[in-house]
């Protein structure tokens, strides 16, 4: 039997940070994801998460987990395959550390993605993001504190992890993700007594990210200036906005020449000629039958 503990361990501090130098976003993210999987294989087992060994952890568990994540939860699709992908990259790295389970990493290995639906990216108006950032008072220290961070969430393209490594509280504290989320949902409640659309919208702090990328795209007309200013590492991810962008699909038919065609006139067929027409005659014979 092979303890998982110091395996999973010298995973999340050496192989990701280190090794595969992985992004804190990404090292938070599996963690998340193991902590549920060994949070629910203790349940099931009925062990500690600490006396649980790579042999219990095989195939029909992680479809069981994943099925839970779906039913009980409520996760969508795409957080199944985020949690799928953080087990994958776990089981590729133990197939070198623990050759003797190597047939039961397969199996895990095996296991499909869920195919997901590609939804639009969510993003504001530029009317609608004015009127939040115009919500703060800009007379008292909170306002311009909190027009700060929304006007910074915004024009830099941050994630809400980046921000709130910002210390921007009275006591020289880092915010918390909670913090800013209250923040940003009182500035939009204000803003919708000047912009009645944003009552229809749901705004979190990832589409302030999407509208500075949108804004971007809009202004460049360049999906790498996009791609540069988010800090993407594969222009893949910076593709959504141009889907979501319909001006680019209408400059894109507007510059496209259509190919001329020959001008004729319909004439239509005699009625008795095509009554003589041998399908017609073919036809009318079964019908008579």
Excluded at 155 to 164: C, F, M, P, T, Y
Excluded at 278 to 286: C, E, G, L, N, V
Aim: aromatic share 6%.
């Amino acid at each position: 039997m092979t303890p998982i503990a110091p395996h999973i361990t010298a995973f999340l501090q050496q192989r990701l940070p280190i090794e595969r130098r992985a992004s804190p976003n990404t090292c938070e993210s599996y963690a998340y994801a193991f902590r549920l999987l060994f949070e629910y294989a203790s349940d099931c087992l009925k062990i500690p998460p600490s006396q649980l060994h790579l042999e219990h952890i095989d195939a029909s568990l992680i479809l069981n987990f994943l099925s839970h994540l779906e039913t009980t939860r409520g996760n969508g699709a795409g957080s199944r395959n985020i949690r799928l992908a953080a087990i994958r990259s776990f089981m590729h790295y133990m197939e070198f550390r623990v050759p003797s389970a190597l047939e039961q990493i397969q199996r895990i290995l095996a296991i499909p993605t869920k195919k997901t639906d590609t939804h639009l990216v969510r993003h504001l108006t530029a009317q609608e993001m004015q009127s939040i950032l115009d919500a703060p008072d800009p007379t008292v220290r909170h306002g311009i504190r909190d027009r700060a961070m929304l006007h910074l969430c915004f024009a830099g393209g941050l994630r809400v992890s980046e921000l709130i490594g910002l210390r921007l509280n009275a006591r020289n504290e880092p915010m918390t993700r909670s913090g800013f989320e209250y923040i940003l949902h009182k500035h939009v409640h204000t803003a919708e007594k000047r912009c009645a659309s944003l009552s229809a919208k749901r705004v979190s702090p990832h589409v302030l990210r999407h509208t500075c990328a949108m804004t971007i795209l809009q202004a460049t007309k360049d999906i790498r200036k996009v791609s540069l200013w988010l800090g993407h590492s594969n222009m893949q991810t910076t593709e959504i906005y141009t889907r979501a962008d319909p001006t680019v699909k209408l400059e894109a038919l507007e510059s496209v020449i259509a190919p001329k065609l020959r001008s004729g006139r319909f004439k239509a067929t005699d009625k008795l000629i095509a009554s003589l027409k041998a399908a017609t005659i073919m036809q009318s014979r079964k019908t008579s039958q």
